[in-house]
């Protein structure tokens, strides 16, 4: 028996008729109707609000308008391909539809992902975010065992030079380089007594200063990276308030805005400085760092996330209808969250 999906909603004459035509076909073409009311869904609500009746059997759908012998032809084309794929016995074939019979928990945790999977990264992202801040704050009420912790950790994944990083409980909340000529901030040499040659000495002298109670202590994340996932953190946060109605961002756009300025700010200053040195030396300011790390991160998020709401959302259809036909298969209208 062939499986049958009419999406409609409550009060809708041509669902009755809908309902009515696969009733009368019943007996010539034997299915298993699940009649899912899209109001109870936002999702269903924006792939079908306006074509309703739809008709889903198989790989084969069909929305309003549509003839009774239009539907019949479907539904026997669903029924022919069914039977054709049983004569083959096929393993793969015969596994995938014992699998759309019964609900596992690989079903379930895709179902809650699917449904849950902005909150998980929302919170994901803070906490990254997060836990460097900890670090000066741990070494500023005297533990420094899980600072040091933090700071070894995320070194992992971060240079952390003190000269691009932020500083917590200190005169200043950063100490760029001279070369960033920065008028009316102290500089890092001048902060630390630390060279600010690019010797690999004095890159990882920079790397290992954390501070002291006069400058303050450093952040374990540097400044670009802190301002790349807040950018995320921020759209994701204004990708929630919207009930995720944002359209991704054009390819080119995200390239223009996300892309390029933190790529010009960072190749020219790393081909600009030894050992490299193509072009006249130039160090970038904390505020650039921050505006173009910012940038990439909320334009990456704006042209990732909304793609993959939409595979969540077609993840989310598949699997409410799933749940509906395995475990209340005689129920005609139900609700679907």
Avoid at 4 to 18: A, F, I, M, N, S
Avoid at 214 to 227: E, F, T
Wanted: glycine share 6%; hydrophobic share 40%; proline share 5%.
């Amino acid at each position: 028996m062939i499986s049958v999906t009419l999406y409609g909603r409550k009060d809708c004459h041509l669902c009755e008729q809908t309902c009515e035509i696969l009733n009368s076909l019943q007996e010539k073409i034997p299915h298993q109707l699940t009649v899912v009311d899209i109001d109870k869904n936002d999702d269903l609500i924006r792939a079908y609000g306006f074509d309703i009746p739809v008709i889903e059997v198989g790989p084969y759908k069909l929305k309003t308008p549509f003839t009774k012998q239009e539907l019949e032809v479907t539904l026997a084309a669903a029924q022919h391909r069914k039977k054709q794929l049983e004569e083959l016995n096929d393993p793969d074939y015969s596994k995938f539809v014992n699998q759309g019979k019964t609900w596992g928990k690989f079903d379930g945790f895709s179902y809650w992902l699917s449904k849950h999977y902005l909150a998980l990264f929302n919170v994901s992202v803070f906490i990254y975010i997060l836990i460097p801040f900890l670090a000066p704050v741990f070494i500023k009420i005297g533990y420094r065992a899980p600072a040091n912790i933090i700071y070894s950790g995320y070194r992992i994944v971060c240079h952390q030079l003190a000269y691009r990083s932020f500083f917590l409980f200190g005169k200043q909340p950063f100490y760029p380089r001279e070369a960033a000529r920065l008028v009316g901030l102290i500089s890092y040499k001048e902060a630390t007594g630390l060279s600010e040659d690019h010797k690999a000495e004095d890159i990882l002298a920079a790397q290992k200063f954390i501070g002291n109670s006069v400058v303050g202590y450093k952040v374990a994340l540097c400044q670009r990276d802190i301002s790349i996932y807040a950018g995320i953190i921020i759209f994701g946060l204004a990708f929630w308030a919207t009930k995720k109605r944002i359209k991704s961002l054009p390819w080119f756009l995200w390239i223009i805005i996300g892309i390029m300025p933190i790529g010009i700010d960072g190749v020219s200053q790393l081909i600009s400085q030894p050992p490299i040195s193509l072009i006249p030396y130039r160090e970038s300011t904390p505020y650039l760092r921050m505006i173009t790390g910012f940038l990439f991160g909320f334009a990456t998020a704006w042209f990732g996330y909304p793609l993959l709401e939409e595979s969540m959302a077609e993840t989310r259809k598949i699997l409410a209808v799933k749940r509906l036909r395995v475990h209340k298969p005689s129920e005609k209208v139900t609700q679907i969250t």
